[in-house]
């Protein structure tokens, strides 16, 4: 979903695509596809104690909101990690494609053990949006790190966090990791299971199957 963000928070500022590229010293290959894929970024929103009357954390001094213009339909996950490895904060990516727009951000915080590093978890979307479709109010919240915490969850599959309302996020994001790994694996034996000819193979692989099914099925009722 869009999120109606105060006026007072607008920054509006443009960001140079060179300035990225060029201190995060990316490789050719990486430096065309921002080139490429990338028409402009726009710092839209600062989201901070001075723009929202919110309490900072530790974890959350702040939460930036980037406007990403694309050339092409997509843009590759490769060139948010940069902007969020350059950029020591939260940031919430507003991708624009024609008339519509999608929510993708990475759930970011400080590293236990390097001092000014931050740890950028798994990155979380929303589906393609009309650009005028009704914008709901931001989030209420005591301070910005649960601020934060509510703009992820919008974006987190709903059947898998509903009814979790004592997990903290890192749980979540844990949980949804896992769920993500167990899927894969059980794509990949479905996919070994239909291309096997021997019928002791094929059993084998269904018990697999069926485990690995009965995992994510515990795991999401968790």
Do not use: C
Request: no cysteine.
């Amino acid at each position: 979903m869009l999120f109606d963000y105060p006026v007072k928070a607008r920054f509006g500022r443009k960001i140079a695509k060179s300035k990225l590229y060029e201190n995060a010293s990316v490789n050719t290959k990486l430096k065309d596809k921002f080139i490429n894929q990338i028409d402009k970024i726009i710092w839209q929103y600062k989201l901070a104690p001075s723009t929202l009357n919110l309490d900072a954390t530790d974890k959350v001094p702040e939460i930036q909101v980037f406007d990403i213009f694309i050339k092409s339909n997509q843009i590759d996950q490769a060139l948010l990690e940069v902007i969020d490895k350059a950029i020591p904060l939260p940031i919430i990516f507003q991708i624009h494609k024609g008339n519509k727009v999608k929510i993708k951000a990475a759930y970011k915080r400080p590293s236990e053990s390097a001092n000014n590093k931050w740890v950028i978890e798994s990155y979380f979307e929303s589906e393609w949006l009309d650009k005028d479709v009704a914008k709901q109010p931001m989030p209420q919240a005591l301070d910005l790190g649960k601020l934060y915490e509510q703009i992820l969850k919008s974006l987190m599959p709903a059947e898998v966090i509903s009814g979790k309302t004592s997990q903290t996020i890192d749980q979540q994001v844990s949980m949804i990791k896992q769920i993500n790994l167990l899927q894969k694996e059980l794509d990949k034996l479905n996919s070994k299971y239909k291309k096997e000819k021997q019928a002791n193979r094929q059993f084998e692989i269904h018990k697999q199957i069926k485990l690995t099914q009965s995992q994510l099925d515990n795991l999401k009722q968790a």
